[in-house]
């Protein structure tokens, strides 16, 4: 096996934060409306929250996700390249006391650019870093989160403590990614499946449906948003028992966390828990062509794939190291590696 990847996250000195005309001790940006929200505390669409705090005191967290939730449902892991802009229609089938029951469902989905802090290059439609910034918000919210910053959605993603910096493209790519699944629409006509889960037969909604809203504390200000309902992907995934978790430190891989290691580590996740389901059929050989293609790198240079290449074996490494997964080898043709086996392990080992 490879050497395990040295690359950090730097923690260079910040903030992140707006500063105002005052000069106040600044308390950390994500306790500003923890504290106020665990007391109670709601806000209207638009509302900008005052909020005061005393040194030494009111200094309450946000509910950090012990987990990451990711939907593995057919629609979550075809929103990406399955029907952008577009319809899909799934068929399926459900063991029921008259037998085997066919259903179809039928799904459009649909996104209006948005032109505020689109990060350089331009939009690329639905991408995967887009369903992980879906999937991060999934957990805050399943954690008891119904406000969030780009700051906490990018921690989530990595995996990362509360108080780690984050660098300020960094959340502005994350915010743009929070718009655009703020103005997705997805409706999912589960009519036919509906009596056979007992769900409803209708879901269409934004991908996420919230507000923008900004909070301040003794001259600091912060963005935030506000959840207005439940993710409806996740309301759906969750009524067809096709959500799976992993604890958060699994995310917190060697590898700087770019946004190629953020979608290539959700990627094997997907295919490690999957692994795990009874009677799967997915493969435990994950291609170095599919890989490539995933982040878009199919034709790049001989060094960058490499570099991808040894990114895969940091991320497996680390997580045989916390028992996440038991093994994995690297499987050879025609004398050049082409593709990694995984061996998943049992689920609810990882240590520490």
């Not at 690329?124 to 879906?134: A, I, N, P, R, Y």
């Not at 290449?309 to 045989?320: G, M, T």
């Amino acid at each position: 096996m490879a050497d395990k990847g040295s690359d950090s996250l730097q923690k260079p000195k910040r903030p992140y934060a707006r500063k105002g005309k005052s000069e106040p001790v600044r308390p950390v940006a994500d306790e500003m409306f923890g504290a106020f929200f665990s007391a109670g505390g709601s806000l209207s669409p638009g509302d900008v929250l005052q909020i005061s705090f005393e040194d030494g005191e009111g200094s309450v967290a946000t509910h950090r996700p012990q987990e990451f939730l990711k939907t593995g449902d057919r629609i979550s892991n075809n929103i990406v390249k399955g029907f952008k802009d577009g319809e899909a229609v799934f068929k399926g089938s459900a063991k029921t006391s008259r037998g085997l029951e066919p259903f179809v469902t039928r799904v459009s989905f649909s996104y209006k650019n948005v032109g505020i802090m689109v990060p350089s290059g331009g939009d690329k439609g639905f991408t995967s870093l887009d369903k992980e910034v879906h999937d991060a918000v999934v957990s805050l919210y399943a954690a008891g989160n119904m406000v969030f910053s780009p700051a906490m959605v990018y921690r989530t993603m990595a995996g990362k403590a509360d108080s780690s910096y984050v660098h300020p493209e960094k959340l502005g790519e994350i915010t743009a990614s929070i718009y655009k699944c703020m103005s997705s629409i997805i409706t999912i006509d589960a009519g036919e499946e509906a009596p056979v889960y007992g769900m409803e037969a209708l879901y269409s909604q934004n991908l996420i449906y919230a507000k923008a809203v900004t909070l301040k504390t003794k001259g600091w200000e912060v963005s935030a948003f506000m959840l207005i309902d439940e993710p409806v992907l996740f309301r759906y995934a969750k009524m067809k028992r096709q959500v799976f978790s992993v604890p958060l430190r699994v995310l917190d891989t060697p590898p700087s966390k770019t946004n190629d290691v953020i979608v290539l580590q959700g990627y094997l996740l997907r295919i490690v828990e999957s692994l795990r389901r009874p009677g799967t059929k997915v493969s435990d050989m994950v291609l170095y062509s599919s890989i490539y293609e995933l982040l878009d790198e199919k034709y790049a240079a001989k060094q960058k794939l490499l570099r991808i290449r040894a990114r895969v074996k940091s991320i497996l490494n680390y997580w045989i190291d916390i028992g996440y997964i038991g093994g994995y080898m690297e499987i050879k043709k025609d004398k050049s590696k082409y593709a990694i086996q995984i061996r998943a392990g049992q689920a609810g080992g990882v240590s520490g």
